[in-house]
């Protein structure tokens, strides 16, 4: 129960929301405490001016301080002498607000609301808070208010603190309270997107590909949602895509297969004779599933990224110019047109030419497919800042949108009778993005009117590091 993250995150909101009140509560009560006492204390120990005009007319009267201990009070209310020595002694007797005391000139107490301080000294230093008192101009002495550390506190008072204290104890209750429901509520919403993404996880792995889950919650939660949905189509995507390369494969397989198992049976069944015709045509099929199967190889290493490459330093001209001398014969018997358009002075790049003569071969030859009696190809080798831009286009051809979307999927054919019977597997232009793509740069379609054009870039000096490495 408590690995469950919404239990945890209610703990912590909790613990969190304790932690605060508390200290809330002690600070409040602690001044609360201190704040009332020093009011207590301030209240009860004033010195009243009538108070001490009574002081100095009772010594004007007597010329002695002896016997003026009821007039000695903290109040000193405004009701005579009688209800001043009534003040006093409750003073005195209950300890409540500070000693006040009567001082001669010569600093001895003769008078205080406390008797066992009677006859001691005051330091002078501490008269600054005391008061003079004068008869005709004439100082004959000290009203002197000492204040308690600690202030005893009445019945009433006492009260009224505990009954802050417990109105406190009450709202630091109901703030709990109140804390703990916000936190549940809290930890549920936290917790409800991962309970979908736990679910939605748990569909994928029993197969359901292309699940998602809506995007809500905090931003990192709809950061982990937003990359699930990527991750859940893309793996649907990779589902797909290997549902129909399998079902390509089989059924690409299974025309070679039957051809060379129909010759093969007639040949033992007397059918046809055993000669050189007959098993030169079975001999065809073997290489055509041989280059089948080597294609399916380098397509799956390809998009793997795990093809290897042969680096090293590549003239681009010389070696366009070494396919076209090989196509050129190709390409005078089906009467087809060449056009060169290739910059002087192409800097060397870095990658693997027999991948590299791969990839222009597949365009050569796709483009010659394509390309009917009269038409022409035109191939560009060009610098495009960094890059080093190729192209082979063809006339006699047409690309739809969406037919141009899918020709560099595996298998993909855009007149499936016309290329099985000239041989083509279908993987051709697959593997060649792929390799384009490992060397750092990519591939594009584009069709116009009479025009298809496919084109590559590589980065001028990819891979240079590398070489040097090796």
Sequence with gaps: MFNRLSVRLSLA???????????????????????????????????????????????????????????????????????????????????????FSILGLDHTILVSTDPALESTTVDAALLASAYPLTVDDVQVGWLYRASPGIQALGAAEVAFLNEANRWLTFAGLGATALALLVGVILAYSLARPLRELTTA??????????????????????????????????????????????????????????????????????????????????????????????????????EAKRLPLERTRIDPAALVNQLLEAFEPLMIDGEVRLIRNISPGLPVFYGDGTRIRQVISNLLTNALRHTSTGGEIAVSVQRENDSLCFSVANTGSHLSDSDAARVFQPFWRANAARERDSGGSGLGLAISREIVALHGGSMTVESGENRVTFAFTLPIGAFKSDLRER
């Design 13 to 99: 909101f909790l613990l969190s929301a304790w932690i605060g009140i508390a200290a809330m509560v002690l600070v409040v009560q602690r001044t609360l405490d201190a704040g009332f006492r020093q009011y207590v204390i301030s209240r009860e120990s004033e010195i009243n001016p009538e108070q001490v005009s009574r002081l100095e007319a009772y010594y004007a009267a007597n010329r002695t301080w002896a016997g003026a201990e009821s007039l000695v009070s903290g109040r000193g209310s405004a009701g005579g002498a009688g209800n001043g020595a009534g003040n006093g002694a409750g003073g005195g007797e209950t300890g409540r607000g500070a000693t």
């Design 201 to 302: 996880a748990r569909d994928l792995s029993i197969g359901q590909m292309g699940r998602r889950v809506n995007v809500r919650g905090t931003v990192e939660v709809n950061a982990l949602a937003a990359e699930f949905n990527i991750m859940s189509q893309a793996l649907a995507d990779a589902e797909a895509l290997r549902q129909r390369m399998a079902a390509d494969v089989a059924h690409e397989l299974r025309t070679p297969v039957s051809v060379l198992r129909g010759h093969l049976e007639a040949m033992l069944d007397g059918v046809y004779p055993l000669d050189s015709a007959h098993i030169a045509v079975a001999h065809d099929q073997t290489i055509h599933l041989a280059r089948l199967v080597e294609d399916l190889r380098v397509l799956t290493l390809a």
